[in-house]
């Protein structure tokens, strides 16, 4: 009886407390609605969820950002399609509630896992007890951080609860929720291996890798300490292929969405870091660091396992504290994003304020029961009383959005959606956010900037917001020239008193010295000009001639060959009657012409080899042009249609092929071993 008392206090009530617990200090979020903070970026996650809730059945392109890019490399899928599948069983509840509500049950989730992890590595439930404690707590990040209480305007809260609900990111919140949970079943498949462990921690790894790419980074870097703290215990060699076993399955699950080209995407998006570069840059520390430090480790733990809590604990706080520690103190990038791996630091630190108290712990036990059991009681109080203080702070970034139809992202997007009909807009800040969380307008920026299929939008982009190095006096005919050659109707600009958060444009005001806008939207600060386009269909009859005698351009400033290509495209279709482009669906246009000769289609869509297009049933190329829009060429004059057809490219085939297989796999191996285990009875 008293044994099924303490498992009951031991594996349910204390982790219902903590959970109890944590949906108290941020009930709020609860409440559904939109965040208060329109600088989040949780709106492009949103943006992705509404996509996939209204296009399921053809999600291949989106025609809405970055003036149309491949759905695939938007985002990693489980979120955006779990809160999609919700919002369309639960319509009543809107896609930014079930956003919310989801991130925050796993936000509460956390401690939980952190809480089973510890208590599996240290076989005690109080350093446990603390680690989670002390992961709600706000303080750790702050002692070893004290820059971060600069952000802190409503009061001192837990850092990843910032992270979550001002900056949101809640797939990374919610991705590392988990990682403690593949963490245990990867040391527990380490040291008595099963096929059955190895298919949890894959699956459980896929997951992960499949919720945030920031929370897969996470996940390699633990799990990599445990696999050494279980090396230099004993059989190297049999833990690294069990290791090796997992890898293996977590890629082949995830392979379906972590194809080449998304892979290519992580590992070379500038503004995310460049993962490729800084992971070159630290190859001469692996070289001549690494083995002095293997070295070391084997020196001190080696075939000792009482000591592997205090490896795995050390090392998960020393790493994440370099990642963090060396980019806040000495602006050195030895990750991509270090900032983003705060709450990393957070989680590793608690584990190590849990095994400090077993250590002292274990030391009163020498004194008596009785004391020990008393100085538990005392810490686990004050860890409670001490998260109740945060209450109110919590409350108060957790609230949502008073009125959202006040705020300029929600006005502006409405007034675009009411007044255009289907033409490209420009806008930059938190309204490129919140833009198609409001409204299904085109426009040339989004919420995932490393999915382009076009990498000349960031330097326009660039030049329209700051007309940096521009030669002087041709500020305003290169800002205009952008906004022509990406085929832009309608331009947003924020001038200084505009509520919108980021406020990009360096110098709002020479769009007023821009011959030609009109201004047909002015409101608090926030101006909407109108673009004078000679055609602002996306495809546009052009001279080959010209297009053939296009140089590709120097960068962003190069005025000549910016002017070249303004006038290729300007100066082409001026009798719009000659050609006409319908949308079928996302993935599928027709295109109808009158073509002399000499003449081909200049169709203003991001290039992607995914495009295929058809005259007569017969495949005729597609030329990418100076700033990665589409040249067709049908090989034919007179009355032509044009069938333009997206399609997925060979490596999105090969990943699922992988997956497929993976899962084979894992259904006949099983299936196999009974049939063996059968016969050998017989």
């Known amino acids: 009886m008293q044994k099924k008392s303490k498992q009951l206090l031991t594996y349910f009530l204390i982790p219902l407390g903590l959970f109890l617990l944590n949906v108290f200090l941020i009930l709020p979020l609860f409440k559904g609605g939109y965040t208060q903070f329109m600088g989040s970026i949780e709106a492009a996650y949103i943006s992705d969820a509404k996509w996939i809730y209204e296009n399921i059945r053809n999600l291949g392109w989106n025609p809405l950002w970055y003036m149309g890019y491949p759905f695939h490399l938007s985002y990693v899928p489980v979120l955006p399609f779990l809160i999609a599948l919700l919002h369309s069983i639960f319509n009543y509840i809107s896609i930014s509630s079930f956003y919310r509500v989801i ?161 290519k995407m992580i590992f070379l998006f500038e503004k995310g870091g460049n993962l490729l570069q800084n992971l070159i840059g630290l190859f001469p520390f692996v070289i001549i660091i690494v083995p002095v430090l293997v070295m070391l480790i084997s020196a001190i733990f080696s075939k000792k396992p009482k000591l592997q809590p205090v490896f795995i604990g050390l090392f998960w706080f020393l790493i994440f504290f370099i990642v963090v520690g060396s980019w806040v103190y000495f602006r050195k990038i030895y990750f991509p994003q270090p900032n983003r791996f705060i709450p990393e630091l957070d989680m590793t630190a608690s584990v190590l304020v849990g095994l400090v108290i077993l250590y002292f712990l274990n030391i009163l036990q020498k004194y008596g029961r009785i004391i020990s059991i008393f100085l538990s009681v005392i810490i686990i109080g004050i860890l409670v009383y001490l998260n109740f203080q945060y209450k109110e702070n919590g409350w108060k970034i957790s609230a949502p959005n008073s009125d959202i139809g006040q705020t300029p992202e929600y006005k502006i997007s409405k007034w675009l959606s009411l007044n255009t009909q289907g033409e490209r807009v420009y806008t930059t800040g938190s309204i490129c956010f919140w833009l198609n969380v409001f409204s299904n307008v085109p426009q040339v920026r989004g919420g995932a900037d490393g999915a382009s299929a076009s990498q000349w939008w960031t330097h326009a982009t660039y030049q329209i917001n700051t007309s940096e190095d521009a030669p002087k006096g ?99 279709t001026l009798d719009q009657g000659k050609i006409s482009l319908i949308k079928k669906k996302n993935t599928e246009y027709e295109i109808s012409a009158d073509l002399k000769e000499n003449e081909a289609i200049g169709l203003q869509i991001s290039y992607n080899p995914g495009w295929k297009a058809y005259v007569d049933g017969k495949r005729v190329k597609i030329e990418k042009d100076v700033i990665d829009f589409m040249l067709i060429d049908p090989g034919k004059t007179g009355n032509v249609k044009i069938i333009l057809k997206f399609g997925k490219t060979w490596d999105q085939y090969l990943g699922y092929l992988i997956t497929v297989v993976t899962l084979f796999y894992l259904i006949y191996v099983p299936f196999k071993r009974k049939r063996q285990n059968e016969q050998t009875k017989k």
């Not at 699956?203 to 279980?230: A, D, K, Q, T």
């Not at 215990?233 to 890898?247: C, G, M, V, W």
């Not at 269909?537 to 052009?542: D, N, P, T």
């Open 103 to 263: 991130t925050a049950g796993f936000y509460c989730f956390s401690p939980i896992t952190l809480y089973f992890f510890v208590k599996y590595l240290t076989k005690r439930t109080l350093p446990a007890l603390v680690s989670a404690l002390m992961y709600t707590l706000p303080f750790l990040s702050f002692l070893i951080i004290p820059s971060l209480r600069d952000e802190m305007l409503n009061g001192i809260i837990p850092w990843k609860l910032m992270v979550l609900a001002k900056y949101g990111e809640g797939p990374h919140i919610v991705s590392l929720s988990l990682v403690p949970l593949a963490a245990l079943f990867f040391l527990k498949a380490l040291k008595k291996p099963t096929f059955k462990k190895h298919i949890l921690v894959a699956f459980l790894s896929s997951v992960i890798f499949l919720i945030n790419p920031i929370g897969v980074f996470s996940l390699i870097l633990m799990l990599v300490v445990i696999l050494f703290s279980e090396i230099v215990l004993d059989n190297p060699t049999q833990k690294l292929k069990e290791a090796f076993k997992i890898l293996l399955l977590t890629m082949g699950l995830s392979a379906f969405w972590y194809n080449l080209s998304f892979l």
């Open 474 to 572: 041709e500020e305003e005919e290169i800002t205009l020239n952008w906004l022509k050659a990406l085929n832009v109707s309608y331009a947003v600009v924020n001038f200084p008193e505009s509520k919108e958060v980021f406020h990009d444009y360096r110098n709002p005001y020479k769009f007023k010295e821009i011959k030609g806008l009109e201004e047909v939207y002015n409101q608090r600060g926030d101006v909407i000009y109108k673009i004078p386009l000679s055609n602002s269909s996306l495809a546009q009859i052009v001279d080959k001639r010209e297009f053939d005698d296009l140089k590709p351009l120097y960068n962003a400033i190069d005025v000549g060959g910016l002017q070249k290509y303004v006038d290729y495209i300007e100066n082409s």
